[in-house]
């Protein structure tokens, strides 16, 4: 069992950043695949960014791409979110996911991959 704990979401302006952060709990975090989506109300669960084991891959929804960077410390077993450049659309609860992967440079992209979920941080951002 792997524990996901995220912190660092709160209320900013349009414009601002945010640091999230998620820290796993296994000694086997380079194994994992970490994900970060979002929800808001009343809409879907979505994907907003990932990355491999390694961390040398990531892949990132088109709506936060150049906005958002995804990054890892596998020392740490933290995986962060850097969000700059916020917008109002951005306001949702944010969750981190992992899921083992067989290969360094694996990554996903679906919940369906992810086996383990943290709790989620809200993030708002007012216009």
């Known amino acids: 069992q792997v524990h996901l704990v995220e912190s660092g979401g709160g209320l900013v302006q349009a414009g601002g950043s945010l640091r999230l952060s998620c820290a796993a709990s296994?000694?086997?975090?380079?194994?994992?695949?970490m994900g970060w989506f979002r929800q808001a109300p009343g809409k879907e669960r979505e994907f907003v960014a990932a990355i491999s084991g390694s961390g040398g891959s990531t892949i990132y929804a088109d709506s936060v791409k150049g906005r958002f960077t995804i990054s890892r410390d596998n020392v740490k077993n933290t995986v962060y979110l850097q969000m700059n450049s916020l917008k109002p659309e951005d306001t949702a609860v944010y969750y981190c996911?992992?899921?083992?992967?067989?290969?360094?440079?694996?990554?996903?992209?679906?919940?369906?991959?992810?086996?383990?979920w943290g709790q989620g941080t809200q993030v708002t951002v007012s216009s």
């Open positions: 996911a992992g899921g083992v992967a067989y290969f360094s440079n694996t990554y996903y992209q679906t919940t369906d991959r992810y086996r383990y």
């Open positions: 296994t000694r086997t975090f380079s194994s994992y695949a």
